[in-house]
């Protein structure tokens, strides 16, 4: 086992740089923090790369770290490096999963565009994960997908299904290509979601969360569906909106 005990170290500030996307994008590593999400990713052993723990916590017996780097620093090292208030003792440094190739056939899929907050991200992946897709399909203008928040939200599921970035436009194309029909989430020139039946395999688009899909996707989908809200609010938290849609179609 390593050990450094400096604040000042190279690889400390190394560490911290991770905090960044410019950084994450540039060494294609992010950082995973607590005891929780660490062990999730030793299930894929050849996506850690370091784990980091402080002198005063204990690595569990039954995590299997064989080949990779551990190293033992103070907690002033730990709490520094870290982006939550309060570290759990623990974190490990990670690869970022290259863009898989993905079988289409008889896929389901859920694609995301734009969306924004960290927390709908995750919950949004950790949905699709939860419902048994076969990948996540994340747009350009959406949030980092190894943004810390982003990790956290998705309770681990990031490294259970493939999470693909990519222009949406062509993969739509891709699909439907394959004749795999694709949902748009939209209200307006849309039809009520239980007017579909449940597919073999499907995609499902969802949006901006002030915006919502960007409407020349919306023309290219198959059909465009919508949740009937009853009471006054104007629209459901894309996360919600896509759990029920997804559960539906599955």
């Keep these: 086992m390593n ?15 991770l905090q960044t996307k410019k950084e994450r994008d540039k060494t294609h590593t992010y950082m995973i923090e607590g005891f929780h999400l660490v062990e999730e990713a030793l ?43 309060t570290t759990q003792g623990i974190v490990a440094i990670c690869k970022q999963r290259t863009n898989e190739h993905l079988l289409l056939k008889n ?11 960290p927390g709908n991200l995750g919950t949004l992946i950790r949905t699709a994960e939860a419902c048994g897709l076969d990948a996540v399909i994340v747009g350009e203008g959406t949030v980092d997908v190894y943004n810390s928040k982003v990790i956290r939200s ?13 222009d949406l436009f062509q993969w739509v194309e891709k699909i439907k290509a394959e004749e795999i029909p694709v949902f748009g989430t939209s ?16 995609a499902l688009i969802v949006g901006n969360e002030g915006s919502g899909v960007n409407h020349q996707l919306l023309e290219q989908t198959t059909r465009n569906l919508y949740i009937p809200i009853y009471g006054k609010s104007e629209s459901l938290n894309v ?7 997804l559960y539906h179609l599955r």
Excluded: C
Aim: net charge negative; proline share 4%.
């Design 3 to 17: 050990r450094i005990q400096s604040i000042k170290n190279p690889q400390v500030k190394q560490w911290k740089k």
């Design 43 to 85: 299930d894929y052993k050849d996506m850690v790369h370091e784990v980091i723990i402080s002198e005063n916590k204990e690595i569990p017996l039954q995590w299997d770290l064989d080949n990779i780097n551990v190293t033992s620093v103070t907690d002033e090292i730990l709490q520094y490096i870290s982006e939550t208030e």
């Design 107 to 117: 896929a389901k899929l859920l694609l995301i565009d734009a969306v924004q907050d």
């Design 154 to 166: 998705t309770q681990g599921a990031l490294f259970h299904i493939p999470i693909i970035k990519g």
């Design 187 to 202: 209200l307006e020139g849309a039809i009520p979601y239980k007017e579909v039946n449940s597919q073999n395999r499907f």
């Design 239 to 245: 996360g919600v909106a896509a759990a029920i849609l």
